[in-house]
């Protein structure tokens, strides 16, 4: 575990439970304790990153890597229409410490906030 004090880097070490729906060796998808959408997964890197603001040249080919998994998560998961999305920072509503996109769908969606 790289954080012991970071719940998705205990949920990616598998020490808290969560509603796996993809895992490879870099990232881990699950779905969203309180979902907003009939379909809320989060999609995580397993390595600890803070969010967006850790990002950078060096590390950042597993948000690639994230995103080449959306397509195939979204058809296991039954939607063609679907919104990924990130908040960086209190005001923009980051929650959690660890980076972590969000992938909704199954309803209509509203217009960003
Ligand atoms: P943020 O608000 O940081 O963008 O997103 C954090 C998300 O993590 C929220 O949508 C929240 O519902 C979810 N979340 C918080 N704690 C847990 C948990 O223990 N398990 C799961 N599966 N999701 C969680
Ligand atoms: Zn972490």
């Given at each position: 575990m790289e954080n012991k004090d970071c719940l998705f880097c205990r949920i990616a070490a598998g020490e808290i439970p969560s509603d796996k729906v993809y895992e490879d060796e870099q990232m881990l998808a699950f779905r969203d304790i309180?979902?907003?959408?009939?379909v809320h997964v989060l999609l995580i890197p397993?390595?600890?990153?803070?969010?967006?603001?850790?990002?950078t040249a060096d590390n950042s080919a597993v948000v690639a890597h994230i995103f080449a998994t959306v397509p195939q998560i979204a058809a296991k998961l039954g939607v063609t229409d679907y919104r990924v999305l990130t908040n960086n920072g209190a005001d923009a509503g980051?929650?959690?410490q660890h980076l972590h996109f969000h992938l909704l769908g199954g309803r209509t969606l509203g217009e960003m906030g």
């Open positions: 309180d979902p907003k959408a009939p397993k390595a600890h990153l803070s969010g967006v603001r850790d990002l980051q929650t959690v």
